[in-house]
């Protein structure tokens, strides 16, 4: 099914089951212990050996020799792999760094080896047993210092952008902001490490994984061991979250394979925390120019945003200007990009990449400039609100309610009590501010298929490669086909996450809910036409309700139609050009209260407000619980989180939960979602579109700027930590 045109009624309208605040299906599964993580297949891959996994010492360089004679004589080894045993490995098209290296290394950490071993302890051991000599070589690790080698990215996807004369205005606006603002690297740190089982049988590799792209992950780990696609095997149900660091195949997957393949039986492989952290990928750090000129009532004419991040060659850049290039109007505009090469471990997707650190700088620029203008941030924000994209005005936006976003949560939030004066708010030994931000995050939709089963009993099965993330996947698939197929949930099962299933969107970008239930819908549409024909009603007339089918005064249990054989329908939903006549993007507001210690200026969030306007939301309930999460992200990614960098040996050293500081149950307090009541026939049969990303945009300047009104002390250089606020804090008696 091609979706080309606006969508019109349809059976998902019915609103019977989706749009409910269903509880998770895989609840129960999931909090008893039985929903069985990529690391818990032990039914699946029986007698599994253990794999440890060797990461390089340094961050660039080469490896002059390595001595496996005492680690092979250690109790428990079976096999050690290095790139010199492994054979001829090729670098996956997801990948920027080879995910096993030798002799050439590339970062820190670098997978270099796996000790296969009897236990996982005599695995660790016997790996501290093997020998490395190294002949370290000179990188660079340093954004601030390579800012100036930084280079405009090659991919065309990336470009500079230009409108009117920014130069021209910016130089004879009456008010302007020239302002430099910095995020640092950041991790991931899901719960669940990268894991995953990898089983050979023959020529035929299956692997149980951990990882959010299926297809993806299946074609880079054929490509990278040089085998049939065919022949590998993916299986990932359950995931212990990702937020996109799981996007792509990484080493343990390959490390477990290529085990396996020496051991000649099961190897499962999860790498450590403290290796997760310069092994995988990691949110880039930013530096980033914001220019805004604007006339004396407000009205934005010239703005500009130019973004500085650095990745290993080969890589991409943070594209932290996205946002700026669709958020507010401004005839004359101009955003940029530039790329440093650097050492580091490989800098990759993030949730919301690009825009989550970039509205960290642009909403704390718009802040400033509203002060400057001697306006209120939220009203300046509307002031300059735009129904076109402004660099391209022919093209409307499918729907934009960021103005019905500001003010629902202005007044939710009851912004009319907040002082515009800094640092005039007490509650005791606190300095009490208030803090706004836009949230924007970009529509997308991917091609997505699935494949649908009707028993004699009734029961729709789902079979799609989609994954769940901790998203809720599973229940929204379920409620799209319930709703498709008129019956009740417990009449429907999914089954996900299996490269043997019809490929889906997968889960990453925002696209994941929309995508997959649009490629379930298109299955199920078959599915009812196949139905009515084998009846013999005319499908356009066919209803689906309460277990049954009608048309024409007749009435069949759906389960009959199957007596004689299951009946099987596959569809995929793909996508035509309704997202270049349209721009079609998610729009919200972020409302933050904070308080800092007067004192010690410790700074403590005391409630979180955000206002979403995002398409259909399938499941209120999930999506509270996507937002919510999100924004806890956005606390984190504010006021604890960074990757500090040995600028001169090129890791991140506090590459563990001890040290990488993220939000815990006592940082957040109460959070208030609202969504706003929204379709967008312009986006998939659902009318849906993406929400988990945009609940974390904006969240660090709503932050930030909520601390600047409670102190008077402006930070733009992330994360806002007490140090930057102690000497700068208003006296007190």
């Given at each position: 099914?091609?979706?080309?045109?606006?969508?019109?009624?349809?059976?998902?309208?019915?609103?019977?089951?989706?749009?409910?605040?269903?509880?998770?299906?895989?609840?129960?599964?999931?909090?008893?212990?039985?929903?069985?993580?990529?690391?818990?297949?032990?039914?699946?891959?029986?007698?599994?050996?253990?794999?440890?996994?060797?990461?390089?010492?340094?961050?660039?360089?080469?490896?002059?020799?390595?001595?496996?004679?005492?680690?092979?004589?250690?109790?428990?080894?079976?096999?050690?792999?290095?790139?010199?045993?492994?054979?001829?490995?090729?670098?996956?098209?997801?990948?920027?760094?080879?995910?096993?290296?030798?002799?050439?290394?590339?970062?820190?950490?670098?997978?270099?080896?796996?000790?296969?071993?009897?236990?996982?302890?005599?695995?660790?051991?016997?790996?501290?047993?093997?020998?490395?000599?190294?002949?370290?070589?000179?990188?660079?690790?340093?954004?601030?210092?390579?800012?100036?080698?930084?280079?405009?990215?090659?991919?065309?996807?990336?470009?500079?952008?230009?409108?009117?004369?920014?130069?021209?205005?910016?130089?004879?606006?009456?008010?302007?902001?020239?302002?430099?603002y910095t995020t640092p690297d950041q991790s991931h740190a899901m719960m669940e490490p990268h894991a995953s089982i990898?089983?050979?049988?023959?020529?035929?590799?299956?692997?149980?994984?951990?990882?959010?792209?299926?297809?993806?992950?299946?074609?880079?780990?054929?490509?990278?061991?040089?085998?049939?696609?065919?022949?590998?095997?993916?299986?990932?149900?359950?995931?212990?979250?990702?937020?996109?660091?799981?996007?792509?195949?990484?080493?343990?997957?390959?490390?477990?394979?290529?085990?396996?393949?020496?051991?000649?039986?099961?190897?499962?492989?999860?790498?450590?925390?403290?290796?997760?952290?310069?092994?995988?990928?990691?949110?880039?750090?930013?530096?980033?120019?914001?220019?805004?000129?604007?006339?004396?009532?407000?009205?934005?004419?010239?703005?500009?945003?130019?973004?500085?991040?650095?990745?290993?060659?080969?890589?991409?850049?943070?594209?932290?200007?996205?946002?700026?290039?669709?958020?507010?109007?401004?005839?004359?505009?101009?955003?940029?990009?530039?790329?440093?090469?650097?050492?580091?471990?490989?800098?990759?997707?993030?949730?919301?990449?690009?825009?989550?650190?970039?509205?960290?700088?642009?909403?704390?620029?718009?802040?400033?400039?509203?002060?400057?203008?001697?306006?209120?941030?939220?009203?300046?924000?509307?002031?300059?609100?735009?129904?076109?994209?402004?660099?391209?005005?022919?093209?409307?936006?499918?729907?934009?309610?960021?103005?019905?976003?500001?003010?629902?949560?202005?007044?939710?939030?009851?912004?009319?009590?907040?002082?515009?004066?800094?640092?005039?708010?007490?509650?005791?030994?606190?300095?009490?501010?208030?803090?706004?931000?836009?949230?924007?995050?970009?529509?997308?939709?991917?091609?997505?298929?699935?494949?649908?089963?009707?028993?004699?009993?009734?029961?729709?099965?789902?079979?799609?490669?989609?994954?769940?993330?901790?998203?809720?996947?599973?229940?929204?698939?379920?409620?799209?086909?319930?709703?498709?197929?008129?019956?009740?949930?417990?009449?429907?099962?999914?089954?996900?996450?299996?490269?043997?299933?019809?490929?889906?969107?997968?889960?990453?970008?925002?696209?994941?809910?929309?995508?997959?239930?649009?490629?379930?819908?298109?299955?199920?549409?078959?599915?009812?036409?196949?139905?009515?024909?084998?009846?013999?009603?005319?499908?356009?007339?066919?209803?689906?309700?309460?277990?049954?089918?009608?048309?024409?005064?007749?009435?069949?249990?759906?389960?009959?139609?199957?007596?004689?054989?299951?009946?099987?329908?596959?569809?995929?939903?793909?996508?035509?050009?309704?997202?270049?006549?349209?721009?079609?993007?998610?729009?919200?507001?972020?409302?933050?209260?904070?308080?800092?210690?007067?004192?010690?200026?410790?700074?403590?969030?005391?409630?979180?407000?955000?206002?979403?306007?995002?398409?259909?939301?399938?499941?209120?309930?999930?999506?509270?619980?996507?937002?919510?999460?999100?924004?806890?992200?956005?606390?984190?990614?504010?006021?604890?989180?960074?990757?500090?960098?040995?600028?001169?040996?090129?890791?991140?050293?506090?590459?563990?939960?001890?040290?990488?500081?993220?939000?815990?149950?006592?940082?957040?307090?109460?959070?208030?979602?609202?969504?706003?009541?929204?379709?967008?026939?312009?986006?998939?049969?659902?009318?849906?579109?993406?929400?988990?990303?945009?609940?974390?945009?904006?969240?660090?300047?709503?932050?930030?700027?909520?601390?600047?009104?409670?102190?008077?002390?402006?930070?733009?250089?992330?994360?806002?930590?007490?140090?930057?606020?102690?000497?700068?804090?208003?006296?007190?008696?």
């Amino acid at each position: 099914m091609k979706f080309t045109t606006p969508a019109t009624t349809n059976p998902i309208d019915q609103l019977k089951v989706i749009g409910r605040p269903v509880d998770r299906i895989d609840g129960p599964l999931k909090t008893s212990g039985a929903a069985p993580y990529a690391y818990e297949q032990h039914a699946a891959a029986p007698n599994a050996a253990y794999g440890y996994v060797i990461g390089s010492a340094i961050a660039k360089g080469r490896i002059t020799s390595i001595n496996l004679n005492e680690a092979r004589q250690a109790p428990g080894v079976i096999a050690i792999v290095t790139a010199e045993t492994a054979g001829t490995l090729a670098k996956g098209r997801f990948n920027t760094a080879k995910l096993l290296g030798g002799p050439d290394i590339q970062h820190y950490h670098q997978a270099i080896a796996i000790v296969v071993a009897e236990t996982f302890e005599q695995a660790r051991s016997a790996a501290n047993l093997v020998r490395v000599k190294y002949a370290p070589a000179k990188g660079a690790y340093d954004l601030a210092k390579a800012k100036d080698s930084a280079a405009k990215p090659k991919k065309e996807e990336e470009p500079d952008t230009k409108t009117g004369d920014f130069a021209g205005a910016f130089a004879t606006a009456p008010v302007r902001l020239d302002a430099h603002y910095t995020t640092p690297d950041q991790s991931h740190a899901m719960m669940e490490p990268h894991a995953s089982i990898a089983s050979w049988q023959g020529d035929k590799l299956t692997v149980w994984t951990s990882n959010q792209m299926i297809d993806w992950g299946r074609g880079d780990l054929a490509k990278t061991l040089g085998v049939p696609k065919e022949n590998v095997r993916l299986i990932s149900p359950y995931i212990g979250g990702g937020f996109g660091g799981k996007l792509f195949v990484r080493s343990e997957a390959l490390m477990a394979a290529l085990g396996a393949q020496a051991a000649n039986r099961p190897v499962k492989v999860a790498l450590t925390r403290p290796f997760m952290f310069n092994n995988t990928t990691h949110r880039p750090a930013t530096i980033q120019r914001i220019r805004i000129g604007a006339t004396r009532d407000g009205k934005i004419t010239a703005i500009g945003h130019e973004s500085w991040s650095g990745d290993l060659p080969g890589g991409k850049p943070e594209t932290a200007v996205q946002q700026t290039r669709l958020l507010y109007a401004g005839a004359n505009r101009m955003t940029s990009l530039r790329l440093a090469v650097l050492d580091l471990p490989e800098g990759n997707a993030m949730r919301a990449p690009g825009e989550a650190p970039g509205l960290m700088a642009l909403e704390i620029a718009m802040d400033e400039m509203a002060e400057k203008l001697k306006i209120d941030p939220v009203t300046f924000r509307i002031l300059n609100d735009t129904k076109v994209d402004p660099e391209k005005p022919d093209r409307r936006f499918s729907q934009r309610r960021l103005i019905e976003c500001l003010r629902t949560g202005a007044d939710r939030f009851g912004w009319n009590a907040r002082n515009a004066e800094p640092g005039k708010t007490r509650d005791g030994q606190w300095l009490i501010g208030m803090g706004v931000a836009a949230a924007f995050r970009n529509n997308l939709v991917m091609k997505s298929a699935a494949r649908v089963r009707l028993d004699r009993n009734g029961v729709v099965t789902v079979e799609t490669d989609m994954t769940d993330i901790g998203t809720g996947s599973y229940t929204i698939i379920a409620q799209t086909a319930a709703e498709m197929m008129g019956v009740p949930l417990d009449k429907v099962v999914v089954h996900l996450g299996d490269s043997t299933f019809p490929v889906s969107a997968g889960s990453g970008g925002q696209w994941g809910g929309n995508s997959s239930t649009a490629g379930v819908y298109a299955a199920c549409v078959k599915l009812r036409e196949m139905i009515a024909k084998k009846l013999g009603f005319n499908p356009a007339d066919t209803a689906f309700a309460d277990g049954m089918v009608r048309a024409s005064g007749r009435s069949v249990p759906l389960g009959q139609v199957a007596e004689g054989g299951e009946i099987v329908a596959e569809d995929f939903m793909e996508y035509g050009d309704l997202d270049k006549k349209y721009q079609q993007s998610t729009f919200g507001a972020h409302f933050v209260e904070v308080g800092v210690d007067i004192a010690t200026g410790e700074t403590r969030v005391r409630r979180m407000l955000a206002v979403c306007a995002a398409g259909r939301i399938l499941n209120p309930k999930s999506a509270r619980s996507q937002v919510i999460g999100a924004m806890t992200m956005g606390v984190g990614a504010a006021l604890m989180e960074e990757l500090v960098v040995d600028t001169r040996s090129g890791f991140f050293v506090n590459h563990d939960l001890a040290g990488y500081e993220v939000p815990v149950h006592a940082d957040i307090p109460h959070q208030d979602v609202i969504f706003l009541d929204e379709t967008d026939p312009m986006s998939s049969p659902m009318k849906a579109k993406g929400v988990g990303e945009l609940g974390i945009c904006g969240v660090g300047a709503a932050i930030a700027n909520a601390v600047y009104n409670a102190t008077g002390v402006r930070v733009r250089d992330y994360p806002v930590t007490l140090d930057k606020l102690i000497d700068k804090m208003p006296a007190y008696l």
